[in-house]
């Protein structure tokens, strides 16, 4: 298949491109509206869990949301009839609750619970609205859904702006040469367009979260980047052998390509794995990143192939200073020459240091989506900060019981459990009974958890349903551990298949596995030592939450988990390419560390600016995802691949590549 794709190429190079850009541009006009259309919801939420469906039950009763979606609080309470009679005019609004004052101020609030039907229109057409009334601050579940939406976007923008001009700097250096250093722009700029019309077809099937296009942005980028370096790297060196640039690009694609193919491959699998899990922010992850990989190695392919082919030695023209000769050692053979010939010290060392980088892990905390993710210039957030500070007790987040049948008893027992405000009359909603209980302590903390338990604990009617934000945070973490190993087992089974036909090892996709669940483990710790500790707040500008948010474990091990691959089927190709008759298996991996050195080197160092470019987020959870996805690149670039790989393999020597009979023919049948 990849013979043939190559043969056109090399045959009809000015054709390949120009089809391959006709689509690209096609794609960018069909998929560019795509971001637009995405929204940021209950994201976060099981719509099997025992809370959404009885968040579900007082929606289909009543055909308003069981929480209030719009709080104002008013400096002056002599406004809130004005703001009352305001928001009941408005058709998105169901009901309004009376205004509660503030004690010995003169402040007030009002909450607002909008109908099924109202999206992010209705949310900014009541920002509008509210803004006319003197002294209000607007809040709420749905106006912090639109702002954390529009945040997103205008995040995603900036990052972008600081992004490619840095990439586009970096790229001069490292790949030497002007013309060669905007090859990965170029294929950048392809695989996002390409992947934004994929995810429209995705999106018409099944509504993916706006915080999706923030993955296929930073991942398609980076990827791009990685695969752009490895194969125009490769084309240099088949160019230098004898200067006909259609067959060096042949030979090129044929050979860095199928590296890039299996490279995409281990990515998407792992990305992929999310897509068990019924949250639809890890489900359009998932989705994003099942697709970003394979693209990104086809347009690296089609759209680079062909104008590589039609550039030749061109590639190199405005070059920065000469290149250095590929027959001299170089500092990546030599350290794998060093380290190989001691290598106990090396791996312990090796370990060592991921274990240490690991260990602030295990004392991780997490905690759910509010709107305290948002910048204190977000008016979401500032009504949370003012209901905490002027209405302790608020009864703006209760804990809600939904039954078919009498709450009466239930009311009466829970109204002495400990962390309880106040206990609100059952109402009866046609079909279904609402009991709403209010603790002392809205947010989101160990305290309004251990009231859900203890509610639920008290109801023993199967169909009796909790709810509210505080169980919401208890099932999602109960629906994480619950879709967890078959995540895990997913990732790990599907990786070390797919090592195995690329390798034809048994061995070196279990120690893989192992490498790349250090390097997660590593990742995580510091990032639970940035984000929950509060180290470096001034630099990376945020404000600590005290722990992390509750999905951000699991994205980033896929991610981190599926990038570790990739680097090391970079390693592993030029590996098996150099072992041969009378190659000792040290000096194959020195070789093949020395001709991947540098590439994989500049192309983490370019993958860190592309996804890190999100710890400038306004958006909490956005910037622990930019930074410990980097954080990870950065360890399997440099720990792992520097010293761990080579000691470990000139451990197992020749026991790297066992494989029983079996399996080796079915490897020799493999398709790419």
Known sequence: MLDRLVSHITRRPGLSL????????????????????????????DPAAPSSVARQAVIDATGIEAEPGVIVVLDDAARAPLLIA?????????????????????????????????????????????????GSHLGGAAIAYEQIGSQVSSDLARAELIAFPLIALLSLVLFRGLIASLTPLIVGGATIAATLLALTAVNALSSLSIFAINLVTGLGLGLAIDYALLLVSRFREELARDGDQRAAAGRAIRRAGSTIIWSALTVSVALASLMVFPQRFLWSMGAAGAIVPLVAALMTIVVLGPLLALLGPRIDRLALGRRGRCDQPTLWYRLSRLVSGRPVPFAIAGLAVLLALAAPALDARFTGIDSSVLPHSASARQVGDLLAARFPGS??????????????????????????????????????????????????????????????????????????????????????LDHLPVALALVVVSSLILLFLFTGSVVLPLKAVVMNLLTVGGAFGVLVLVFQAGRLTGLLAYEGQGALELTQPVLLSAIAFGL?????????GRILEERGPGISDREAVARGLERTGRTVTSAALLFCVAIGAFATSDIVFIKELGVGTAVAVLIDASIVRALLVPSLMTLLGHANWWAPASLRAVHRRRVV
């Open 18 to 45: 120009s089809l391959a850009l006709l689509f690209v541009g096609a794609a960018g006009a069909i998929g560019g509206a795509l971001p637009g259309r995405l929204t940021a919801g209950r994201d976060f939420s």
């Open 86 to 134: 305001l928001l009941r005019a408005d058709p998105a609004v169901g009901s309004v609750s009376p205004a509660v004052v503030e004690r010995g101020g003169g402040g007030a609030y009002v909450a607002a619970y909008l109908r099924r039907s109202a999206g992010n229109a209705d949310a900014r057409r009541l920002e509008a609205a509210v803004s006319h009334v003197p």
């Open 395 to 480: 009864t703006t987040q209760p804990i809600l019981v939904t039954s078919s049948g009498s709450l009466d008893r239930l009311a009466a027992q829970v109204a002495h459990l400990r962390n309880v405000a106040g206990v609100r009359p059952v109402e009866h909603l046609g079909a279904v009974n609402v009991l709403a209980i209010v603790p002392r302590d809205g947010s989101i903390n160990a305290s309004s958890r251990a009231l859900v338990a203890s509610v639920r604990a008290l109801v023993g009617d199967p169909g009796t349903r909790v709810g509210g934000r505080a169980a919401e945070f208890v099932d999602l973490r109960v629906s994480i």
């Open 564 to 572: 570790s691959t990739d680097y090391g089927v970079f390693l592993l």
